[in-house]
Structures are given as C-alpha cells and as structure tokens.
C-alpha cells in the first residue's frame, strides 16, 4: 500500500493536502509549515500512541521521533505530524480519519503488503517554467 500526502502551498502557516491511499482519495489532511516534514519517502508502522490512547500510524522519519497521522483540526494541533479528516474548509480540517487509517495500513500489513508513505510538495510551476524558459534560451544561444 502506498499513502500519497500531496500537499499545497502553505497558507498562514497551515499547509492543506489530500491523502490518497493506492491512488485513491481517503481524506484531507493538514500540516503546521514551520514543524513540516521533509518531502520523501517514508516507512511506516502502526503502534500505541501514549498521547492519544489509540493506535496510530508513524512515520519513520530521520531525525526525528512521534511523528503520525492523528486527528486535529488546525495546524497548531500539531508539531510535524500530518492531521487526517473528512472534511476540510480552509486552513481547518474536522472528522478524524487516523483510526481508519490505521485499519487499512493495518490489514494490507497482515496480508503481507508492504506500506510506505509519500509526502510531496507542490510544483512550482513558475520556477519550472522560469528554468525551463532559461535552458531553452542557452540551447537556442549555443546553437
């Protein structure tokens, strides 16, 4: 199984994504831009959290520890973790979708499939353009 956070650009510290499970949209999700975690590749697994009382899926992220998906509804309800819901309006997500999360992770685990998550950022597409635009300048000078 593969967990895709796409995320947007930030928006007052808040950055809003959509989390898709083998391609497929599961829910909204929200991250504070200041705790982010790098765009990458990520394992995970799924273990107890002593915060919240429930199992959660982690993220093993080099560098640092506890970070999860868990429920929240702004960017200050977390400090590097991703917040999953079912609904988003604005910079605020609500219906907390970690625990199902965990189930599906959880089942494709039991049935020997491996699991990873990809965190990535938003094209730039002005800068793509803006290099993209340069290098065909340099080609057309060099020819």
Not at 110 to 139: F, H, K, M, Q, R
Request: positive net charge.
């Amino acid at each position: 199984m593969i967990i895709q956070v796409k995320r947007a650009s930030a928006v007052n510290g808040a950055i809003p994504s959509k989390v898709f499970l083998n391609g497929a949209f599961f829910a909204y999700g929200l991250e504070n831009d200041f705790y982010k975690i790098p765009a990458g590749k990520y394992n995970v697994s799924g273990n107890l959290s002593g915060k919240f009382g429930t199992n959660k899926i982690y993220l093993d992220v080099p560098g640092r520890s506890g970070i999860m998906f868990h429920g929240g509804n702004t960017a200050g309800d977390t400090r590097g973790c991703i917040l999953v819901g079912a609904n988003r309006e604005g910079s605020t997500i609500s219906g907390d979708k970690s625990g199902e999360l965990y189930q599906l992770v959880n089942n494709a685990g039991n049935a020997g499939e491996g699991v990873a998550c990809i965190v990535s950022d938003p094209i730039n597409w002005p800068t793509i353009l803006t290099v993209a635009g340069i290098a065909g300048i340099l080609i057309f000078l060099a020819a």
